[in-house]
């Protein structure tokens, strides 16, 4: 018996032919259910079901079927993907054909960088030319016993290699294919692998039955009406619980867009979150799609969402996680029972980050790429838009994002309630793209924005930079409950002390920023949300960072701001009388001068001069957010669309360039795990969950590994302990870094 996997403990080998013929199946299945709703599907089929076919070829290798019974304990001696580009090169020259090479070179390394393969010369593209301690190289070898390892094939798989004849497909495949077809074939080689090990991978996938689920939202939706009714609220809330209920029915009812793409520029607390869901399910039943995706900008805002979402949409007897999939971030932890639900993006509706999305468009890396293929035919919800990608990647992302609705059968709602419409803009599009239209009816918007400017007003910014002492002395004289955010973790730190210091009660300062672990920035949370709700509990700040921007439902009396962008500032207006309970409220912009205990964030300098031309300007408001991009992206001298090295490494299938090019978060952080049992049980090699790990850890900056005396866990590259003082009611890892502070006159020694 030839092998594909050998024997591991108490689990027996699995052969090649089962292998093979498991992987094809499922392969070409992926390739159907993603292909039905593109253009490319014939192609698609015919290049995934040739590579599934031959992937595992050269396993066929006497010297590696010696390695695979046991004889040999070393790795395979043999690249074995080399001989399934050689098979497939030999059957001839059409398009599916050199695809499926591709895709075959591609499995286990990554789609590489096509014009480094073109460079190789004829008859070496996609093989291994490497040279062993003979000085032959691999793809001698393999095409010397070629034609012994396709006679064994064919043996076990006559039936399957008969049938697989290609139609003449004439077609230009995009990069973004490439990877969507790609996709099709790792998963199912992984998932074979993982069933055969008894990594459980459940079978078959839960139905998005769309109008069943429309159904339960609309029921939710109408509850929360009536409760809202009950209450005692003012006649502002009254008017914004009405227009909240007008907005949901609008978006329900609407028609989707014959374009596949439509923006809703509402303003916050608006009730967005139900409201685009229901316009969502609503485009799934009538086009048959087959998943939601909403796409958050924030990691920590995704837990909220997923909360009114398990509540609103899971039907009786359903898994709630398996139905509306959390996915925070690569999920190597995660518990195997919901990972595919999760980390596989194999649920009706996901609940995902802007960088695990848009970073798996761009990724070339098989194990990130094996999700892709999920998305053919879904609706997308890319919430806070203007929030979801700095401006430098929005040129790459709105091709692909056009391409989805295009090719791929997706249908996009962009959404914030303070929208940069940034396609209409040269330096991102090229021509400019016109006519997406608005979910909301003009008339709708312009009663919405009509009450968000009655909600708070924007007094002239504070023209003289302030130092910590200054900063809090004038934070002090506002009404409250005030709102605070600065633009580093630092500096909110340096502020929630010293706020602390002058008041003498801990009552009278909160902190929230992510120098907390997870499940302690949780705890605050709900203290904030508990303490806003309380009545006469007014005389207290809360001091944050931007995590508490956007999606977070907060309502403070009074807010200020740190020079940022205006999105941003808009955003943190969200945070503002957002019910209207206040008959005064106000955003106030300052810019602070460091002294040493603030920190200036070098990002927001462009952005933040620009914020105090648009406050002297007065166009602090959402509709001059495009105008403020506009102006930014010129002051930056970012280069136009079609000179953007990302496009350029995109058109010419760069694809390495294009994942390393392609980063929505730039700074370079470790992971620190703030408990110690965790810590020990991480050492001991125990099994620990993802979600434990994501919750009682915090990200540091790669350069302070050393300052902050970082200890690397044993065994593992990119895991550290915290070993400063933490605490866990108020600054978190800032405690212990704050009491770091060389300077004779500081505050927090």
């Not at 290798?61 to 790795?75: C, H, T």
């Not at 093989?127 to 396709?150: A, F, M, P, T």
């Not at 070339?364 to 979801?388: C, M, T, V, W, Y």
């Not at 709102?483 to 706020?499: E, G, P, Q, Y």
């Amino acid at each position: 018996m030839y092998l594909a996997h050998s024997a591991k403990g108490n689990i027996p080998e699995q052969s090649y032919q089962e292998h093979v013929c498991n992987v094809h199946k499922m392969a070409l299945s992926n390739a159907e259910r993603a292909g039905a709703y593109s253009r490319y599907g014939t192609c698609m089929k015919d290049a995934v079901a040739l590579a599934a076919l031959y992937h595992d070829l050269g396993k066929l290798a006497p010297e590696n079927q010696n390695v695979l019974k046991g004889r040999s304990r070393s790795s395979l001696p043999l690249n074995h993907v080399d001989a399934g580009v050689a098979a497939l090169q030999s059957r001839g020259l059409s398009l599916a054909e050199n695809l499926a090479a591709l895709f075959v070179y591609s499995h286990h390394i990554g789609l590489q960088s096509l014009p480094d393969e073109n460079a190789k010369g004829k008859g070496n593209v996609f093989r291994d030319i490497s040279l062993n301690q003979e000085g032959k190289s691999v793809k001698e070898i393999i095409d010397k016993s070629l034609r012994d390892y396709l006679d064994v094939h064919k043996s076990f798989l006559t039936e399957l290699t008969e049938m697989q004849e290609t139609e003449r497909s004439v077609i230009a495949p995009t990069p973004l294919f490439m990877r969507m077809s790609l996709s099709c074939l790792v998963d199912a080689d992984h998932t074979d692998t993982a069933r055969h090990y008894n990594n459980v991978i459940p079978d078959g996938e839960i139905q998005l039955q769309p109008e069943k689920r429309l159904t339960l939202l609309d029921n939710y939706v109408s509850k929360l009406a009536e409760k809202n009714k009950r209450k005692k609220v003012s006649q502002r809330e009254q008017e914004r619980n009405k227009l909240r209920q007008q907005i949901y029915d609008v978006c329900r009812n609407a028609l989707p867009s014959d374009k596949g793409m439509i923006t809703c520029d509402s303003p916050v607390g608006t009730g967005k979150t139900t409201a685009i869901m229901a316009h969502l399910l609503s485009v799934a039943k009538a086009k048959c799609l087959r998943r939601v995706f909403v796409v958050l900008p924030f990691t920590n805002i995704i837990d909220q969402s997923v909360d009114i979402y398990r509540d609103a949409l899971v039907l009786d007897g359903e898994n709630r996680e398996k139905v509306i999939a959390a996915h925070h971030h690569k999920a190597e932890f995660e518990d195997l029972g919901t990972r595919a639900f999760s980390f596989l993006w194999n649920a009706p509706i996901t609940v995902t980050t802007a960088v695990q999305f848009f970073e798996t468009l761009a990724s070339n890396h098989p194990a990130s790429l094996r999700k892709l293929h999920q998305i053919a035919g879904s609706a997308i919800f890319i919430d806070e838009a203007h929030a979801a990608l700095p401006a430098s990647l929005w040129a790459q992302a709105w091709k692909w994002l056009q391409e989805l609705v295009k090719d791929w059968g997706c249908y996009i709602v962009l959404a914030s309630g303070s929208l940069n419409r940034f396609w209409e803009l040269e330096e991102f599009s090229e021509p400019p793209s016109e006519g997406i239209p608005e979910l909301v009816q003009d008339n709708v918007r312009e009663m919405a924005m009509k009450v968000e400017t009655m909600r708070v007003n924007y007094p002239e910014r504070q023209k003289k930079p302030l130092n910590i002492d200054e900063l809090c002395a004038w934070i002090r004289e506002m009404q409250g409950p005030r709102l605070l955010i600065l633009n580093t973790v630092h500096s909110a730190a340096a502020a929630a002390k010293r706020l602390y210091e002058l008041h003498g009660n801990k009552k009278y300062v909160e902190h929230l920023s992510t120098s907390l672990a997870p499940i302690h920035r949780s705890e605050i949370l709900k203290r904030v949300k508990q303490r806003l709700k309380t009545h006469g509990d007014n005389d207290w700040t809360l001091v944050a960072t931007s995590c508490v921007e956007a999606g977070i439902d907060f309502s403070f009396r009074t807010a200020a701001r740190e020079f940022c962008s205006l999105a941003s500032t808009i955003q943190t207006a969200g945070r503002v009388n957002r019910s209207g309970e206040y008959a005064e409220s106000a955003l106030y912009g300052f810019q602070i001068f460091t002294d040493g205990y603030l920190k200036e964030h070098p990002a927001f300098k462009t952005s933040a001069k620009l914020l105090k031309q648009l406050y002297d300007e007065k166009k602090i408001a959402p509709e001059f957010c495009t105008e403020a991009m506009r102006r930014e992206v010129r002051e930056k001298n970012q280069v136009s669309a079609n000179s953007n090295p990302i496009i350029i490494a995109e058109r010419k299938k760069d694809f390495p360039s294009v994942e390393e090019q392609f980063k929505i978060i730039t700074s370079n952080t470790v992971t620190a795990i703030i408990d110690k049992e965790l810590r020990e049980k991480i050492e001991r090699h125990e099994k620990v969950s993802f979600v434990e790990l994501q919750q009682k850890s915090v990200a540091i900056y790669s350069n302070k590994i050393d300052e902050y005396a970082l200890k690397p866990l044993k065994g593992f590259n990119d895991l550290y302990a915290w070993m400063l003082e933490y605490d866990s009611v108020f600054l978190g890892y800032m405690a212990g870094v704050l009491k770091m502070t060389n300077d004779p006159n500081n505050y927090f020694a």
